[in-house]
């Protein structure tokens, strides 16, 4: 069966960086995405990775390794706003997304 | 309009009865996709449409569950003999090219069966 893999919750400490990581394995790979989600609002985009490597986008950073069926999100220099849920999705050979359950990060002062 | 828009945000219904929910996507948006999503889980993927026809509706748990397009633009999600196991907050989505053809989602209809 097709399956990711996240850890349930986090912490971290406002101006810290974070690392959410996911594993997946699925039905064929044509891209990776990562979503954050506010507590009551729904997901929205924040990165995408088809290719092995790191993509930078300002404070967030996503990586990924296909060979090894990993993914991090990275997060810098925390935000009280940081405090949400980021979601895994993979999208498999049918182009279907596959998603995870979400990582809640808690961020303290 | 502009982004994809879902109404309404709130229903709480009683079991057995019967419910509609509706989502207004991306104009010009052919492609439509619903998903439901519980607490502490990541959304969960029902039906996806391509223009008036759903293209793949292998995600609708049984048939209380039905979804219709009929013009290509609003669709309406349908749920005959709502259970309290469909108490969920069922999201509508469409694909924009930003740089994966990700999902953009409406803020959803948070449906209670109670």
């Known amino acids: 069966g097709q399956n990711i893999d996240q850890p349930t919750e986090m912490t971290a400490t406002e101006g810290a960086i974070v690392q959410i990581n996911c594993t997946y394995q699925t039905s064929g790979f044509n891209g990776l995405f990562w979503y954050q989600q506010h507590a009551g609002e729904a997901p929205t985009f924040l990165s995408y990775n088809v290719l092995d490597g790191l993509e930078e986008k300002g404070r967030f950073s996503s990586f990924l390794s296909r060979s090894k069926g990993y993914s991090y999100l990275l997060l810098k220099e925390l935000q009280m706003k940081d405090s949400a849920s980021y979601l895994c999705a993979v999208r498999d050979s049918n182009y279907q997304l596959i998603w995870g359950a979400g990582t809640k990060l808690i961020i303290k002062p | 309009g502009a982004g994809v828009s879902q109404t309404p945000s709130n229903k709480v219904t009683e079991k057995g009865k019967y419910v509609e929910l509706r989502c207004d996507p991306i104009?010009?948006?052919?492609?439509l996709y619903w998903y439901r999503q519980s607490l502490g889980q990541g959304p969960e993927f029902l039906i996806y449409?391509?223009?008036?026809?759903?293209a793949d509706d292998s995600g609708l748990p049984n048939d209380r569950f039905f979804a219709v397009r009929p013009e290509g633009s609003v669709s309406t999600l349908k749920i005959q003999r709502t259970e309290r196991g469909d108490s969920a907050v069922y999201l509508c989505?469409?694909?924009?090219w930003g740089q994966g053809w990700e999902q953009y989602f409406g803020p959803g209809t948070r449906l209670t069966v109670t």
């Open positions: 989505a469409t694909p924009t």
């Open positions: 449409f391509q223009g008036t026809g759903a």
């Open positions: 104009s010009g948006h052919t492609a």
